[in-house]
């Protein structure tokens, strides 16, 4: 058999291109999809929501806000009225439902750019770059609200590209294009998945939210896993996958438990023997925590990952 | 999978958890620490910017404000704006510029009753009551009024004249015989909408509305002004053993005093 020529080649094979891009370009559609809500209000004056994605209105009755910006505001000393409280709230139920990192993956605008340079990173077999530990995001999570917290003002949004990069397409986009431009060349020259996969605080909030979110993916096949690496190749947290596939020895999985799991479920595409799917976290048959002392240990190294 | 086989491996996986603990947590303190410093840089506001009303002060502000720019929305004039990257004002924040768009002082404010956080304070419910500013006439030399000439203009525009803005009337020493109309601002009335610095008709307006603490000075708090004090006093002298002696020689001197020098 030839080598690989690209990732998912199996699987475009086996169940065909559409069905091995279902899950991208479902993503791609939602992402635009929820750009589209926010433009088109100042493009074609139709007011279905306004705002953007750091709080907004959506037909006049349903608030929505982000947490990690309200709690930042918490953090420099200002205690939101209601509307915005509600708004964080029914975020935070939502992500809790479908998955914390579903924000990253299937909402923010900057996934768009990022996993641009990733291909592209790979396409010509760029260096990976700087590789800091994925842990790094919690601290700079944490650094962003102590930083509120000792200036008083909402610090990180001066600079968050993020909130920067949305308000700029909503609002007036000037200058942002170099926001977009030094994450792109972030990403591809400096750090393969820098900014999503190690940096980003909004990540890593909506990360802490995904550890307890219900809706996770499931490599509920294992069993049928050819060892072809594809979903390792194509994921963009591939620590996330391991106890899950190959946990089977360990009692581990087959439920994707880790918030660092965008749910992006291209790891779903991608798969010729349809290993993944999405379930819920419960589905869970071989919870780690029985058994030996060997077991907890994976447990741990689970929890930590 | 990570699964420790014995102690020694053990030992150097803890070693090198610990270094990475260390570096990210380094990293995210410096990097903590550049962007306090960049935000203290980036925070300060233009004095021409101002803020809508219900703002309160500039750091409540930027601890309370998410930049939604939903107060921009409701906005039914093109006065509010979101500060763009690159602007000279805080990335993301609403703000006006009264000389290109002045605040309209809508009764019902859509501005605040738009802001989910309370960055704008959803106690202002009179929009007479709003603090953007305050207007200053800042240039007398150029001031067409202050020139003995009835412009007027400042004062005719302001949603609440002779509140306000007053004319204040001085004597014309160049003519002799006219009288100049000073517009004067009432800081305890004025909003600062900015509707006068939008009106002046000089090339480069006269009067402009300025940050509070820009435009107004402050008494220390211990002087006292004796006519107020005295007049707090029922009228009555605060120092009534106090003798009060002329200040001058009488024009006529007393028999006593003649050939007196001083």
């Known amino acids: 058999m030839s080598a690989k020529s690209y990732i998912g080649r199996d699987a475009v094979l086996e169940n065909g291109w559409l069905a091995a891009h279902k899950w991208l370009l479902i993503r791609r559609i939602v992402q635009l999809g929820i750009l589209g809500l926010f433009l088109a209000g100042p493009l074609a004056d139709v007011w279905i929501v306004k705002g953007n994605l750091t709080s907004s209105l959506t037909l006049d009755v349903l608030p929505l806000s982000d947490p990690f910006i309200l709690l930042q505001s918490l953090f420099a000393g200002h205690v939101a009225a209601s509307s915005a409280v509600l708004g964080a709230a029914i975020v935070v139920a939502f992500y809790l439902l479908v998955g914390g990192r579903v924000y990253c993956s299937f909402v923010c605008p900057v996934n768009i750019v990022t996993d641009t340079a990733r291909w592209l990173a790979k396409r010509f077999a760029l260096p990976k770059g700087w590789q800091p530990s994925r842990q790094t995001r919690l601290w700079v999570m944490g650094s962003v609200l102590v930083t509120a917290m000792v200036s008083g003002v909402m610090a990180w949004e001066m600079l968050n590209p993020v909130t920067i990069i949305h308000r700029g397409l909503v609002y007036d986009f000037g200058y942002v294009w170099t926001v977009v431009l030094a994450l792109f060349l972030f990403d591809l020259v400096v750090s393969r998945r820098g900014w999503c996969g190690h940096l980003c605080p909004m990540g890593a909030f909506y990360g802490v939210l995904g550890v307890f979110s219900m809706t996770r993916i499931s490599a509920t096949q294992r069993a049928a896993c050819n060892d072809c690496m594809d979903c390792f190749a194509v994921c963009p947290e591939p620590h996330v996958i391991t106890p899950a596939l190959r946990g089977a020895g360990t009692k581990t999985g087959p439920v994707i438990l880790s918030g660092d799991c965008t749910n992006c479920a291209r790891c779903i595409d991608v798969c010729a023997k349809n290993v993944f799917q999405f379930d819920l976290r419960f589905n869970n048959f071989a919870p780690a925590s029985e058994g030996d002392g060997r077991d907890e240990m994976v447990s741990t190294n689970r929890h930590a990952a | ?262």
């Open chain 2, 1 to 262: 999978m990570g699964i420790s086989t014995s102690s020694q491996s053990s030992a150097v996986s803890r070693r090198r958890f610990l270094a990475n603990v260390a570096r990210a947590a380094g990293g995210a303190s410096a990097l903590g620490l550049v962007v306090g410093l960049f935000a203290r840089q980036a925070q300060s506001l233009p004095a021409q910017a101002l803020r809508p009303p219900g703002a309160g002060t500039e750091d409540q502000f930027l601890a309370a404000c998410v930049r939604c720019g939903l107060c921009v929305r409701d906005c039914p004039y093109p006065t509010l704006g979101l500060a763009s990257f690159g602007d000279d004002v805080p990335v993301g924040t609403p703000y006006f510029v009264a000389r290109s768009a002045p605040c309209e002082m809508c009764d019902d404010i859509p501005c605040v009753k738009a802001c989910p956080t309370g960055a704008l304070d959803s106690n202002l419910t009179h929009i007479d009551d709003a603090d953007m500013g305050l207007a200053v006439l800042i240039d007398e030399e150029t001031c067409l009024n202050l020139q003995g000439l009835r412009c007027d203009v400042c004062q005719r525009v302001c949603p609440l004249i002779n509140e306000a803005i007053t004319l204040e009337r001085k004597h014309n020493t160049r003519t002799g015989k006219h009288a100049i109309f000073i517009p004067t601002v009432h800081s305890d009335k004025c909003t600062g909408c900015g509707k006068c610095e939008r009106a002046c008709v000089l090339e480069t307006a006269a009067i402009r509305v300025l940050p509070r603490y820009l435009a107004k000075g402050r008494i220390g708090s211990h002087y006292r002004f004796g006519w107020i004090e005295k007049e707090k006093h029922g009228g009555k002298s605060l120092t009534p053993g106090l003798i009060d002696l002329p200040d001058r020689l009488p024009a006529v001197l007393p028999d006593v005093l003649k050939g007196w020098k001083p």
